[in-house]
Structures are given as C-alpha cells and as structure tokens.
C-alpha cells in the first residue's frame, strides 16, 4: 500500500477556495485515490475518488497529474462547516482496509 | 435507509472488565471493519469481517481482542481484561463488497474510557 503525505494543518477564510496536495511517490498502478472528511467526534466521510486526471463532484474536485505521484484536493468556497481533517488514502480494488495518516486539519476562519 | 449504527457511542469500562462493541452495517451490506482511532491520530484498521468470516485480522491485537459478524444480528468486537492503553474511539464501517474502489460507510464510533 502506497504511503501518503500531506500537510498536517491548514487555515483559510470563509470564501475561498483550499487546495490540499497529498503526495504518494509510490502509488501502484492499480491503486486508486480516495479522500475522506471527518468532523470531530464523528467516523470519515467518502468525498471523492479517482484514479487520473480530473475528477468532480456536488462537493469537491480532485486533480491528478499524469505521473500520479501527488494530487490535491480542491475545495471551492470553502466554509465554517467544512473545518475538518481531511485524509488521502490509496489503494487499489484488492484493497480491503483503509489506511489512514494523520491527515490534514483544516480550520475555517470567519 | 438508515445509517452504520454503532452502540454504546460512549462506554466507561475499569481496568480488568469486558467492553462489548456492536456495529449494525447499513441495509444490504455484508462486510465489516473495524478501526480504531486514539487522540490527534487517523483511524487504525484493526479487522475486517464478512458473515461468519474473518477476512483480515492483521491490525488486531493477538490476545484480549477478537470480532465477530454473525449471520444474524450486529456485528461484536470484544475487548477482555481492558487497559487503559484501550481508551480510543473505535469506529466501524461497512461496504456493499470489496475492493479499494469501493466506499466504505463510518458509523458515529464507540468511545471508550477506561479508568
């Protein structure tokens, strides 16, 4: 399983938008690249999943660069609500067990 | 269609005692797994389950802990004689299948303190 690295915290403003970049020198070529939100005292959330490219959904977008070595987590105007840990993970389909880092901590300010 | 439901979601255990952790998977889904997560720390894989299975145990301690997910009702993952080192929030997940493409759904976790 590749091993992920990403910043430990982050601060923005009510508005903008964060970018997260996750780093995994030694991705597979079947894994894929998931990320996950967790609020306090709850368990993580799916956000988004992808394997190339650009990847968008109603929450977040998700770029890869061709050589899949990184990718960043991109959330658009960002808000109080969206203060969390945010968790790359990669795996591939005979992946079974998630594997967390620490993740990174996002704090919105108003 | 309801959630991953976990229970207790708070849990005060002594040095010495059992503490009994039940996760019922969301409607449809067959396979379990359990993570544990201490303070200021990503979740921590501890086993994964399907009906009647065992499927990975890798990321369990070998003595005082064991799961089960049994055909009927919630799955368990039991912990004797607790420690204070076993004071975590321990949340449980369910899929539909497997694989590293499919999503997993957390429940809200368990916490809980040993004194």
């Known amino acids: 399983l590749a091993k992920t690295t990403q910043p430990i915290s982050m601060d923005s403003y009510e508005g903008q938008e964060v970018n997260i970049t996750c780093s995994h020198n030694?991705?597979?070529?079947?894994?894929?690249i998931t990320w996950y939100q967790q609020f306090p005292s709850q368990g993580p959330r799916f956000i988004i999943q992808?394997?190339?490219t650009k990847v968008t959904n109603e929450v977040a977008s998700l770029f890869i660069p061709a050589d899949r070595k990184s990718s960043t987590l991109s959330l658009p105007r960002v808000s109080l609500s969206d203060t969390a840990v945010y968790y790359c993970?990669?795996?591939?389909?005979?992946?079974?067990?998630?594997?967390f880092g620490t993740g990174t901590r996002l704090q919105v300010f108003p | 269609n309801a959630g991953v439901m976990q229970n207790p979601r708070h849990l005060v255990r002594r040095r010495g005692q059992e503490a009994r952790l039940r996760c019922s998977p969301m409607k449809g889904h067959s396979h379990v797994y359990w993570y544990r997560q201490l303070p200021e720390e990503g979740l921590k894989f501890m086993v994964y389950l399907q009906k009647e299975n065992i499927i990975d145990e890798s990321g369990m301690p070998k003595e005082r802990f064991s799961a089960e997910f049994p055909k009927e009702g919630p799955s368990i993952l039991r912990i004797q004689q607790v420690v204070r080192g076993d004071s975590a929030a321990y949340f449980c997940?369910?899929?539909?299948?497997?694989?590293?493409?499919?999503?997993?759904?957390f429940g809200p976790g368990t916490r809980l303190t040993v004194l």
């Open positions: 997940a369910s899929s539909p299948r497997t694989g590293g493409r499919n999503e997993q759904f």
């Open positions: 993970l990669v795996g591939g389909d005979n992946t079974d067990k998630l594997i």
């Open positions: 992808g394997y190339k």
């Open positions: 030694n991705i597979a070529t079947n894994d894929y």
